[in-house]
């Protein structure tokens, strides 16, 4: 395609750089048209089913090993966990109210949709420093993570509620429930696996959850982010944040309204500021420390039972 203007023809493909205003091109130059700019993505959050810019309006660059940016990063505040806990809360009642069948329909759905995908976490694994072979072994073990808690949602009631025999006239039961909203500080080392192995066994039982993902391996999180958004998760139930551990590790812990965190982490100071300022609600403290996000441990069902409370009712014979 050709366009006229004035004496010049200016062709689409070999734009006349002397319209810029720069030399002509001459020698090796000519031969080599200079490289494009990339559009580097911004990674937003996912909170409530949707993907806001943090309200701070602050960002991180993400540098590979050469310094080059490869891509912006939301850096969360404040105000960004708290209305991540408000939709956590709001959804967490009529996800509970589900039946443990349709949890597993939802989870597996979601995990259809990661194998959909899997090249697209391959290659976000390896622009964040990750070898080709590592990166392919941590997404299709995060898959099959998926999958295995996906098995489990109709199965924790049956292996861990129990009838009691009692003394009395009465019937006495003791029932798994969810202990409501839970905040998560994921594993650093472990972009994607470790957190699929976190939030799995999490949300399974019925419990909503807001995270913070790993600030070395961002990208896979906010990724997971828009598979659960187009999967048959309702809002809410899973939000993803990103942004600087230091900043945000208190609220974390501090927040009234969370009932239990999941710390993942290898600082012993940390994990003490972090038990120190749960006492304020009384919030159940999970720590994860030095896990093998491959190792058997990490794929086994009494991950489930970190987050879960259990129930014991009498009811009368006879009534």
């Known amino acids: 395609m050709t366009e006229r203007r004035g004496r010049r023809t200016v062709t ?15 020698g090796d130059e000519a031969a080599a048209e200079p490289s494009r700019l990339p559009v580097l993505k911004t990674y937003k959050l996912y909170v409530n ?33 708290r209305d991540a806990v408000v939709a956590a809360r709001a959804a967490q009642s009529g996800w509970a109210a589900r039946s443990a069948y349709n949890r597993s329909q939802v989870l597996y759905r979601a995990g ?62 003791s029932l798994i429930e969810p202990t409501g909203v839970v905040s998560v500080l994921a594993p650093e080392e472990s972009g994607l696996l470790g957190l699929v192995s976190t939030l799995a066994p999490i949300v399974v039982s019925g419990n909503t959850c807001v995270a913070l993902a790993s600030s070395r391996f961002p990208l896979t999180a906010i990724t997971l982010g828009e598979v659960l958004h187009a999967s048959d998760f309702p809002p809410g139930v899973i939000n993803l944040l990103t942004g600087r551990r230091s900043e945000l590790v208190s609220h974390f812990a501090s927040h009234l309204d969370v009932n239990a965190i999941v710390w993942c982490g290898e600082d012993a100071a940390e994990s003490l500021r972090v038990q120190e300022e749960s006492v304020r609600n009384i919030k159940r403290v999970v720590l994860r420390e030095r896990i093998d996000w491959h190792g058997p441990h990490a794929e086994s069902p009494y991950p489930i039972l970190d987050t879960v409370e259990v129930k014991t009712t009498w009811h009368p014979v006879g009534s």
């Open 12 to 26: 689409e493909e070999t734009p006349d750089r002397s319209l810029r205003g720069e030399p002509e091109a001459t």
């Open 112 to 173: 259809e949709m990661l194998e959909g995908r899997r090249e697209q976490f391959v290659a976000e694994l390896e622009t964040q420093g990750m070898a080709r072979e590592a990166a392919e072994a941590e997404t299709l073990a995060a898959i099959d993570r998926w999958i295995y808690f996906a098995g489990w949602a109709d199965k924790v009631q049956q292996v861990w509620s129990s009838v009691n025999p009692v003394a009395s006239s009465h019937f006495n039961f």
């Open 49 to 81: 089913g949707q993907f806001p810019r943090t309200e701070s309006g602050r960002y991180d660059k993400l540098l590979d090993a050469q310094g080059r940016n490869l891509a912006n990063v939301c850096r969360s505040s404040r105000k960004d966990f």
